[in-house]
């Protein structure tokens, strides 16, 4: 059956000639078709389920190569997140639900129907920013053409499904261009809540003390290193850096302290630069970070100062071996000052080989 809605037929705006002959009017009418045989199927499979979300998922923000139906329910969604938090804790209860609410290879019902996955799209070879832009428009037509059909429900029923084109790479930007033009008003405004830095970090911090620590901890040295786990991934949408994450440590105070200090230990003696980036490896990066959060939190045991001695008498040691060392060794004699003015000097690092020139006060 075609479900239309008679706009596109004969249109001279949705025809693209480039690198193929792409015809754009042709293709949203088949991707209708296909979405509306998909979302007929998934409301059997679901039953009594209440569905949430309907996505487009695609390889977007641009030179789309393929496109999938994502959708999920709140009970699956429920489902997925206990699954998850059987493995990690950063998945339970309320917490996991948000987390995972938007992210689509994580969705019970994701890529579930074979004939929109099999749709081709036109090759990424030589093609233009204008047929980039047709493929958008024809998949935002398709999902306005259900909608319009009813499928996604209507009145108030209809404002608490979202629709949406979500690409792999297309982060904020895609997600919230999708949802003002699919979606009414108070689906949006509801959205947009949701989907905030503020509401992540309610979210977050709704969990036990102890637990909250880990988590922070966790997504700090995801984002830091550029992880693609779902929290990370879920931070990164709504906007969060690891700067935002050490605000959240910074509340903790010297109960954080230890933990940064394993984190300091583990990266440390990493390599210092990568070529690639010309700049400091992320694991150096991490580590300097996660150190110089230290005097930010207050007064510290004796025994943290003991280990924060160690690791400079261990950085030393590796930088013997280097011609070029990282600056974590002189980093953490001048934390040592920071913490115990009275009773470590000032460091005194060599500008050209980044190494500590005075370590015997802050070795142990």
């Known amino acids: 059956m075609h479900v239309g809605d008679g706009s596109d037929e004969g249109s001279s705006s949705d025809r693209v000639s480039d690198a193929g002959a792409f015809d754009a009017g042709a293709f949203r009418r088949a991707l209708t078709d296909l979405a509306a045989e998909a979302v007929r199927a998934l409301r059997r499979r679901i039953g009594t389920e209440h569905l949430y979300a309907f996505a487009l998922y695609t390889s977007g923000p641009e030179r789309f190569a393929w496109v999938r139906a994502s959708a999920n329910t709140e009970e699956a969604l429920t489902r997925s997140a206990t699954a998850m938090a059987a493995v990690d804790r950063r998945y339970a209860g309320e917490a996991g639900r948000r987390l995972l609410r938007w992210s689509p290879p994580y969705w019970e019902h994701?890529?579930?129907?074979?004939?929109?996955?099999?749709?081709?799209?036109?090759?990424?070879?030589?093609?233009?920013?204008?047929?980039?832009?047709?493929?958008?428009?024809?998949?935002?037509?398709?999902?306005?053409?259900?909608?319009?059909?009813?499928?996604?429900?209507?009145?108030?029923?209809r404002c608490f499904v979202t629709v949406n084109v979500i690409g792999e790479r297309g982060g904020d930007p895609l997600f919230k261009k999708g949802l003002r033009l699919l979606n009414p008003r108070p689906a949006i405004d509801r959205l947009l809540h949701e989907h905030s830095k503020a509401a992540f970090v309610r979210c977050v911090n709704r969990a036990q003390r102890r637990e909250r620590m880990r988590i922070w901890l966790a997504l700090y040295e995801d984002l830091y290193m550029e992880w693609r786990t779902p929290i990370a991934e879920e931070a990164r949408a709504r906007g969060l850096s690891p700067w935002d994450v050490e605000a959240e440590l910074s509340r903790f105070g010297p109960k954080v302290v230890p933990a940064l200090i394993d984190l300091t230990a583990h990266y440390g003696f990493a390599p210092a630069f990568d070529k690639q980036r010309e700049l400091e490896t992320r694991e150096v990066w991490l580590a300097g970070s996660a150190l110089f959060?230290?005097?930010?939190?207050?007064?510290?045991?004796?025994?943290?100062?003991?280990?924060?001695?160690?690791?400079?008498?261990?950085?030393?040691?590796?930088?013997?071996?280097?011609?070029?060392?990282?600056?974590?060794?002189?980093?953490?004699?001048?934390?040592?000052?920071?913490?115990?003015?009275?009773?470590?000097p000032e460091s005194a690092m060599d500008p050209h080989t980044y190494k500590l020139l005075n370590p015997d006060p802050f070795t142990p």
């Open 110 to 157: 994701h890529d579930f129907d074979r004939g929109v996955a099999a749709l081709e799209l036109p090759g990424c070879e030589g093609r233009s920013a204008r047929t980039d832009k047709a493929l958008y428009d024809a998949m935002i037509g398709a999902l306005r053409t259900l909608d319009r059909s009813g499928l996604f429900g209507r009145g108030a029923e």
């Open 293 to 344: 959060l230290v005097p930010r939190l207050g007064a510290i045991s004796e025994r943290d100062v003991k280990r924060l001695q160690g690791l400079v008498a261990a950085f030393v040691e590796r930088d013997k071996r280097l011609k070029v060392a990282s600056t974590l060794a002189e980093n953490t004699a001048r934390v040592l000052h920071d913490l115990r003015p009275h009773r470590f």
